[in-house]
């Protein structure tokens, strides 16, 4: 799934100000192949409303549409695929629910739950963070590049990076095996997140 190579999760604070659908909208014309909606404060109606907003452009753009979390908001606005959380149903629970409706991609901490994601039939895994970043150090400290090259040997579906990457470290993350990377800040808060996605698309093709 070429389109994984680089995805921007979203979060509505971290815009400096600039409206959510404008600044994706930006991104997508500069090639962003990939957008999963992560806005954890809102209700399901609100989440709805926003990934409406969004379906025009991805599908002009041919981007994917993940929604976080929320498969019954993926199913309603007709997304491409859901991204399972911790707190999320299990895989196997939502593919139960989705069938081959939605692609489902599941957050990972550890080579346990990436293992575990893949026999229970996730499409993708989400490994980080690899580096120090303030967005995610709710889930510990950085996993560092040894334990992202011992997940992506583990299993056979893509490993996708997140945690702290920018355009400089695109080359290590992928050496250690990560088949794309999944980027917050570092799109979202440049002073030109279309250039910055460029930057990104550019270092993933180098």
Request: glycine share 8%; with cysteine; charged share 25%.
């Amino acid at each position: 799934m070429d389109q994984l190579r680089l995805t921007l999760v979203t979060d509505r604070t971290q815009t400096r100000g600039r409206e959510l659908v404008a600044v994706v909208g930006e991104c997508l014309a500069a090639g962003l192949p990939a957008v999963q909606v992560r806005e954890k404060d809102l209700g399901a109606a609100d989440l709805a409303l926003l990934c409406r907003r969004l379906r025009g452009p991805t599908l002009d753009t041919q981007a994917l549409l993940i929604v976080n979390d929320r498969v019954d908001v993926a199913l309603a606005v007709g997304a491409d695929a859901v991204q399972r959380t911790s707190t999320s149903l299990a895989v196997k629970d939502i593919r139960g629910l989705v069938g081959g409706q939605l692609k489902i991609g599941a957050s990972v901490h550890s080579l346990p739950e990436a293992i575990e994601a893949e026999i229970n039939s996730a499409d993708w895994v989400v490994f980080g963070p690899v580096y120090e970043t303030p967005s995610k150090r709710g889930f510990g400290p950085p996993q560092g590049l040894d334990k992202l090259s011992r997940v992506a040997a583990a299993v056979k579906i893509p490993v996708i990076a997140i945690g702290g990457i920018t355009p400089e470290r695109v080359r290590e993350v992928r050496r250690a095996g990560a088949q794309g990377v999944a980027v917050i800040s570092a799109i979202l808060t440049a002073d030109s997140p279309a250039e910055a996605t460029r930057r990104f698309l550019e270092a993933l093709a180098a």
